[in-house]
T-cell receptor
């Protein structure tokens, strides 16, 4: 089955700096790659997703890139702010009805 | 819409006891799933369902049962609780995909924190 590895497990950055979180997946048939943000004590919330027919997607300060050949995808957050501090999860699946498998998560701390 | 509703929010059980975590959604989502979240291990899929009457196993199904008699409800049953089942449980659902935006976006419930002594 699918296996998703996520790095780093913790990341500390200064406010205003960029943060990058990387994930690799094992199943070349996977075609949907979402990123979820989870604040302390809250439920995970989708922040951005990408499908296998797209190499990059941006939404304001957040971007995701996908390299299908290497089977890895990355989350980029620019101009980080203290409210970006949270746990971020990547995930992969073959789409609806197929198991969405999550990475172990990255704790992002933005220091002001 | 209330979205995805989970009950209870907190529960303490003794080893060997049984209980059911309830999950209901009012968004007419066909796909529903249960995840458990443990420190350093992310979210692991327990069971999922693509529609009423259809269920399937995820990554960590042992010790858990599910059923899907209606589109709205997807309860998770622990028949004989073990300390290893101490975790935070999340129910999540999504619409049947049409290929458009949001087709796979999971809507999560608020979570149920279970402690097994």
């Amino acid at each position: 089955g699918e296996n998703v590895e996520q790095h780093p497990s913790t990341l500390s950055v200064q406010e205003g700096d960029s943060a990058v979180i990387k994930c690799t997946y094992s199943d070349s048939a996977s075609n949907y790659f979402p990123w979820y943000k989870q604040e302390l004590g809250k439920r995970p919330q989708l922040i951005i997703d990408i499908r296998s027919n797209v190499g990059e997607k941006k939404d304001q300060r957040i971007a995701v890139t996908l390299n299908k050949t290497a089977k890895h995808f990355s989350l980029h957050i620019t101009e980080t702010q203290p409210e970006d501090s949270a746990v971020y999860f990547c995930a992969a699946s073959m789409g609806y009805g197929n198991k969405l498998v999550f990475g172990a998560g990255t704790i992002l701390r933005v220091k002001s | 819409n209330a979205g995805v509703t989970q009950t209870p929010k907190f529960q303490v059980l003794k080893t060997g006891q049984s209980m059911t975590l309830q999950c209901a959604q009012d968004m007419n989502h066909e796909y529903m799933s249960w995840y458990r979240q443990d420190p350093g291990m992310g979210l692991r899929l327990i069971h999922y369902s693509v529609g009423a009457g259809i269920t399937d196993q995820g990554e960590v199904p042992n010790g858990y049962n599910v059923s899907r008699s209606t589109t709205e409800d997807f309860p998770l049953r622990l028949l004989s609780a073990a300390p290893s089942q101490t975790s935070v449980y999340f129910c999540a659902s999504t619409l049947h995909p049409t290929g458009g935006a949001g087709a796979n976006v999971l809507s999560f419930g608020a979570g149920s924190r279970l402690t097994v002594l």
